[in-house]
């Protein structure tokens, strides 16, 4: 997904002389060409995120479209006062671009470690999230919303799915149609949800976007009575109120699969964190088994 990132913003900017990218202190080298082809339009801020993020609300204000990209934990818990006051109060827009998901930098321990991003950004109103499952995703959704009038987050991570989504920003996708549960499944956590439910008579309903969270299509899958299971690669949660919402007369049963709101202390590799805490296939369906009975 990073490589896509690069490429697609190379291919916006050379496009939309509005758009214009602050890095802080990573993936220079990677935006070298952009910063060749674009000198007055690429910057390396340095590590400087809140005052990054202030400075990309300027540049909003001037009719500008800020890229402000770094590490999640910089981004989006450092700085989450700028985006709040300077983006979500302003009502300006702006894109922001994490990597390192929840624990993708699992050897560097809780300062690397992100899983609360997208449980707290849900509380800036106007803000979007946005969770593409692999890089064709990402150009898909990026492309589509990045020049929109308010904040975007947009969620990148090592992991990446087996296969690409047809997806759209801000809509579900319906992948599988059964009568047990509806299973949701946010962003890159869709490869092992669609292994671990095969043979399950299940529906299987994928968000790209989480904010805005496409209440409709999910009213249309629910069937009184069923379960809901949200598969989601962060601190779980993060979307009961929004299903409370889009089925407001249902009496719902809502479970949760995802990282537990604990910190990571393991280290290893970001595969062997899947495997601990029950978010690999396997781990998936024993949980969905045990759920649905």
């Not at 690429?42 to 590590?47: K, L």
């Not at 400087?48 to 540049?59: D, F, K, P, R």
């Not at 995802?258 to 062997?272: A, D, K, L, N, T």
Request: glycine share 10%; net charge negative.
């Amino acid at each position: 997904m990073r490589q896509q990132f690069v490429t697609t913003v190379a291919s916006i900017m050379q496009r939309d002389d509005r758009v214009t990218l602050l890095l802080g202190d990573i993936g220079v080298f990677g935006f070298r060409h952009v910063f060749r082809d674009h000198p007055t339009r690429t910057y390396n801020i340095g590590i400087l995120e809140q005052s990054t993020v202030s400075l990309a609300s300027g540049l909003a204000m001037t009719g500008l479209i800020p890229i402000v990209h770094t590490i999640a934990p910089f981004l989006v818990e450092r700085s989450y006062e700028q985006l709040k006051v300077d983006f979500g109060y302003q009502k300006l827009g702006g894109n922001f671009v994490s990597v390192g998901a929840s624990y993708d930098y699992t050897g560097l321990g809780c300062t690397h470690h992100c899983p609360g991003d997208v449980n707290i950004l849900k509380h800036i109103p106007n803000m979007s999230i946005v969770l593409p499952g692999s890089a064709t995703e990402f150009d898909c959704l990026f492309s589509q919303a990045y020049d929109q009038s308010g904040p975007v987050y947009y969620r990148l991570s090592e992991d990446s799915n087996t296969f690409d989504v047809d997806v759209s920003f801000g809509r579900a996708n319906v992948l599988k149609r059964g009568d047990d549960a509806v299973i949701i499944a946010v962003g890159s956590i869709l490869s092992p949800v669609m292994e671990a439910t095969q043979g399950m008579n299940v529906t299987v309903l994928y968000y790209s976007t989480v904010a805005p969270f496409d209440c409709e299509t999910l009213a249309e899958v629910f069937l009184g009575g069923k379960k809901i299971v949200v598969c989601e690669p962060y601190y779980q949660g993060a979307l009961t109120w929004d299903i409370t919402q889009a089925l407001p007369n249902e009496a719902l049963t809502i479970h949760h699969i995802g990282v537990p709101r604990e910190f990571i202390s393991h280290y290893g590799q970001r595969e062997q964190s899947h495997n601990a805490l029950g978010l690999d296939a396997a781990g998936i369906r024993q949980r969905l088994m045990e759920l649905l009975g």
